[in-house]
């Protein structure tokens, strides 16, 4: 089955941990940027042996600094991310605030 995705640039938070859809992905020939605390290097590895450019970076996307610096990271490892294709979110974090305070 020919998705359209060969080729692409996924960026995936949370990547620390259960980053199935990111094999997925890699085995659909998207070239990922794997953000996360700690991201697993067995499991990038795994995303690289499906033929795919698989970057891995340090970063906690729920402060603000950390997430421009995944995308700056992404763009200078040479993946393309204009316009943005696709984005796997893993992670999971929650902000303290009322539900009226929290702008969607």
């Given at each position: 089955m020919n998705t359209g995705l060969r080729g692409k640039t996924a960026p995936i938070t949370g990547g620390s941990s259960?980053?199935?859809?990111?094999?997925?992905?890699?085995?659909e020939g998207v070239d990922l940027a794997v953000a996360g605390r700690s991201p697993d290097p067995a499991a990038l590895e795994e995303m690289r042996a499906k033929g795919v450019r698989c970057l891995r970076i340090q970063a906690d996307v729920s402060r603000e600094e950390?997430?421009?610096?995944?995308?700056?990271?992404?763009?200078?490892?040479?993946?393309?991310?204009r316009p943005l294709p696709l984005l796997s979110s893993e992670e999971a974090f929650a902000l303290n605030l009322p539900v009226r305070e929290v702008d969607p």
């Open positions: 259960g980053i199935g859809k990111g094999i997925a992905l890699a085995e950390d997430a421009v610096r995944m995308v700056q990271e992404t763009v200078d490892g040479g993946l393309a991310l």
